[in-house]
Structure formats: structure tokens, C-alpha cells
């Protein structure tokens, strides 16, 4: 069992920037590997990012390349999803996810087992 709760969604202007994190228990954190979805009212949940069991490897969405960063710190059971050049259009709730049974590929939403509650990130413009 793995509990996971999400933080640092609020309200950003366009082109700003917010950190969200999510922190993770339950089980030894450097053997579960974690992922960012997002998902608007009335559409499927999208894969946004996701990281590898040691951090040394990243996934992301083509609409988030280069603006969204994904890390974790084993250290801290975390993992952190840097969101900078925000657009309206990222508006929405993000979940966390960890796989803990080696599932791929990391960008599918049935490879993971346990979900946060959300954070609900709102751009304006």
C-alpha cells in the first residue's frame, strides 16, 4: 500500500511557474517508480511526466517538454513536478502516481497502482 499526497497546485499567472510535489509512504520510496497526470473535467486523464526508480530517467508529454521538469529525492520520499512557462491551457487537476510492480511504459495511466487526491493548478491569463 502506498499513500501519496499532493501539494503546491494554486493560481499562476500565464508564464509563471509553480512546483508541485508529492510525498509518498508506505513503502521504501527508491522502489516505486512515479508519474505526473493531469486531467480536465470531462476528458481523459493525460500523461504529463514520470521518473524512474533512481531518478536517472525522465518522460514527458510533448505539450510539456522543455517548460515541465520532473525530479524526486529519495531522500525525502518526494517526487516534484517544476512547471515553468505556464499556459492557460495547462489549467487542471494533476495527480500523482507510483508503479510499484516494474509496469511500462511509464506514460501509460494503467501501469500505475496507487493515486493522490490532485492538486488543482489554474493558469489565467
Known amino acids: 500500500q502506498v499513500q501519496l499526497v499532493e501539494s503546491g497546485g494554486g493560481l499562476v499567472q500565464a508564464g509563471g511557474s509553480l512546483r508541485l510535489s508529492c510525498a509518498a509512504s508506505?513503502?521504501?520510496?527508491?522502489?516505486?517508480?512515479m508519474g505526473w497526470f493531469r486531467q480536465a473535467p470531462g476528458k481523459e486523464r493525460e500523461f504529463v511526466a514520470a521518473v524512474s526508480r533512481s531518478g536517472g530517467t525522465t518522460y514527458y508529454a510533448e505539450s510539456v517538454k522543455g517548460r515541465f521538469t520532473i525530479s524526486r529525492d529519495n531522500t525525502k520520499n518526494t517526487v516534484y513536478l517544476q512547471m515553468n512557462s505556464l499556459k492557460p491551457e495547462d489549467t487542471t487537476i494533476y495527480y500523482c502516481a507510483a508503479d510499484i510492480d516494474y509496469g511500462a511504459p511509464l506514460r501509460k495511466e494503467s501501469v500505475y497502482d496507487y493515486w493522490g487526491q490532485g492538486t488543482q493548478v489554474t493558469v489565467s491569463s
Open positions: 508506505g513503502r521504501t520510496f527508491s522502489s516505486v517508480a
